[in-house]
């Protein structure tokens, strides 16, 4: 069974990095020449010294510094200890764990318990839970507090389980059920804590100023905003429109989401809102490097701003998930982490020629070896 050693991932991923960055040189010229470590470092304010250091900020969540507007969103399934040391190293300034039950959490299930493990090398990093009883929530963040950074609670996932136990975007339905959550964590949390949500239930319940208002009103640091409604979950055209009203009507942080999966894309969305940050989130699956394409041009360090998304070479992406690989086994396991690297494998290599052919053989990946000899073979 193959082991690996995190510090010794840590090297081999800054030299991955530094690879990237000569690459990404060569098609999009670099006006600073940056070191791996300063990537996941960079500020907007160009000056950041050769060791990496620079503390000026974008934006602060309560007392936590965020030092570009570059955000990894929650997505269930994927945003695990790997993604999110991945979404740093390139560059995101703020990553988040996957959704995380309260009740989990507060009854001590085993499941929800390592959900909520983070390294530093994740730093800083939201833990996200989600609920419909105040009370439990209030319990669960209190218990994880010591974990994370920040607390996220999330008020927008429009899966049907999660709408069905009167979670997530159920509760954009219920103003006052919102309050009173938000209420309970403001009363037990020292750390931060943010909302996530949407802009709606549905086309006639447009009420994303109010909850937003609400949520500054009780001590929320930020709130991120998915521009659909619930009931559009992800289809349908994003309203930006609504989340530049939010901006300009409250104090705190406002993250804008929707559809950002370009340099272009990300600078329309970011100038016209006005907003904080921009949270990337489907988009990258497969392709962490994103974050640090949208990062160079929306910071100025190079003068890409298309819908064109940078794409290494097949060499690096194969250098790639073998190292990504290689985190997943250190976090949990070969067994678990080879099965579900598979899915992986088929993002990371999408587009491709001859990429439909190799796929077959990434669902018979039983082991590392397996899936070193797929990856060589593409």
Not at 262 to 277: I, L, M, N, Q, R
Request: charged share 25%; glycine share 8%.
């Amino acid at each position: 069974m193959k082991k690996f050693e995190l510090p010794n991932l840590i090297n081999e991923l800054d030299k991955l990095v530094s690879k990237f960055l000569r690459d990404y040189r060569s098609y999009n010229p670099l006006n600073k020449i940056f070191k791996p470590e300063q990537l996941r470092n960079l500020s907007p304010d160009n000056d950041i010294g050769s060791s990496g250091t620079n503390t000026r900020c974008h934006f602060k969540i309560g007392d936590v510094i965020i030092r570009n507007p570059i955000i990894s969103a929650p997505l269930a399934g994927i945003s695990d200890n790997t993604y999110r040391i991945f979404a740093r190293f390139f560059g995101a300034a703020l990553t988040f764990t996957e959704m995380i039950t309260s009740y989990g959490i507060t009854y001590q299930h085993k499941k929800s318990l390592s959900l909520a493990d983070i390294t530093d090398y994740e730093r800083p990093c939201e833990l996200q839970i989600f609920g419909s009883d105040p009370a439990v929530v209030a319990e669960a963040a209190r218990q994880i507090e010591s974990k994370a950074d920040i607390i996220d609670i999330n008020m927008g996932c429009p899966v049907a389980k999660i709408l069905k136990a009167g979670s997530g975007g159920y509760l954009m339905q219920d103003e006052n059920k919102i309050e009173r959550i938000l209420a309970g964590l403001s009363s037990v949390l020292k750390k931060p804590f943010t909302v996530k949500t949407r802009i709606g239930w549905d086309r006639n319940n447009i009420n994303i100023l109010k909850i937003a208002k609400i949520a500054e009103s009780r001590g929320a640091g930020a709130i991120s905003i998915h521009g659909r409604t619930v009931k559009q979950k992800f289809t349908g055209e994003v309203d930006y429109n609504l989340i530049k009203k939010v901006k300009d009507n409250v104090k705190i942080p406002v993250i804008v989401s929707g559809d950002i999966s370009s340099p272009g894309k990300a600078k329309e969305v970011f100038e016209y809102t006005g907003c904080d940050g921009v949270m990337i989130g489907r988009a990258a699956k497969g392709r962490p490097w994103l974050f640090a394409d949208i990062l160079l041009s929306l910071q100025g360090f190079c003068n890409g701003s298309g819908d064109t998304v940078f794409q290494p070479e097949t060499e690096w992406k194969k250098e790639f998930s073998k190292l990504y690989l290689k985190f997943l086994i250190y976090f949990k396991g070969e067994y678990k982490a080879v099965r579900e690297f598979r899915k992986q494998l088929c993002w990371i290599f999408k587009g491709i020629r001859g990429i439909n052919r190799a796929r077959r053989k990434f669902f018979e990946i039983e082991k590392y070896e397996d899936a070193e000899n797929s990856i060589d073979n593409i």
